[in-house]
């Protein structure tokens, strides 16, 4: 009974003709990526990836994305559970402030970025007169970084707070446990599926992160180029060769799989 009831519910009740533009919707996403696949030089892809060039733009992107996530942990967890835990209206304004990254060109943000830390930014004048210049260095493609990739944590670990309640805290509370064994017991463990999703996402977008570090962390190899940039300044004919730029495409894009697969099968064994 159940499974005729699911199998009804996943039958196709639309309009027939609404097949053609949905094939054509979804080949349109995924007939660039084949294209990109299809021009990989197989015969020489290994030496592309692990040519110095490549390795240092790939070194630079896993370890300042590490940095990037690690930072959106810290900031990112309490501001999700302030905003779960808050009233309806601030609660709402909250989330659409932290989602204005996700919808602002990356440029915008490196733009913003410049003028906050540059030299004679609010933060990053008094910094630059004490000897810390922030933009063009490593620390700022970490700050790009974060910028871009914290909505993705705030947001994952937000709705799963706001999905279990507060019932849980409230109980604990009430047998006498403290604010931080609820947070360590309670909180947390009930937010888990919402956090390694926004973990793995917060990664993805970090190592992926192209305008912002841009404008705001330069372009510099050894120290700024990450991976996209090393793609971008290849196919504009310096730094690393054209077939190179084409495998670290392929790279970031077996990336994105990867992290896909690992959220999808984080949350079916949530649903389990």
Do not use: K
């Not at 009831?5 to 003709?17: E, F, I, V, Y």
């Not at 990989?40 to 992107?61: E, G, M, N």
């Not at 779960?84 to 970025?113: D, E, F, K």
């Not at 210049?133 to 490593?138: I, K, M, S, V």
Request: hydrophobic residues 55%; charged residues 10%; aromatic residues 6%.
């Amino acid at each position: 009974m159940g499974s005729s009831d699911s199998a009804s519910t996943r039958s196709w009740l639309a309009p027939r003709t609404l097949l053609v533009p949905a094939v054509v919707g979804l080949l349109f996403l995924l007939l660039p990526l084949a294209a990109l696949v299809a021009r990989v030089q197989w015969t020489t892809f290994w030496h592309d990836i692990t040519s110095p060039q490549a390795l240092s733009a790939l070194a630079l992107s896993l370890g300042t994305g590490a940095a990037a996530t690690g930072l959106c942990l810290v900031l990112g967890v309490p501001l999700a559970i302030l905003i779960a835990r808050s009233r309806s209206r601030a609660a709402a304004a909250m989330r659409a402030l932290v989602t204005i990254p996700l919808v602002l060109p990356p440029m915008v943000g490196g733009v913003a970025l410049l003028y906050l830390f540059g030299r004679n930014g609010w933060i990053g004048g008094p910094l630059a007169e004490a000897g810390i210049p922030l933009p063009f260095t490593t620390p700022a493609v970490v700050m790009a970084q974060t910028f871009v990739a914290l909505p993705f944590l705030v947001l994952a670990v937000e709705g799963a707070l706001r999905t279990t309640g507060t019932a849980f805290e409230e109980t604990a509370a009430g047998l006498g446990a403290s604010r931080w064994t609820i947070l360590r017991r309670v909180t947390l463990p009930l937010a888990a599926p919402g956090l390694v999703a926004g973990v793995v996402l917060s990664f993805a977008r970090a190592i992926g992160e192209f305008g912002a570090t841009a404008l705001f962390a330069g372009n510099a190899p050894g120290v700024t180029q990450t991976m996209p940039l090393a793609i971008y300044t290849a196919f504009n004919g310096a730094g690393v060769a054209p077939s190179t730029a084409v495998a670290l495409s392929v790279l970031l894009l077996a990336t994105a799989l990867i992290v896909l697969v690992l959220v999808r099968g984080w949350r079916a064994g949530g649903v389990r």
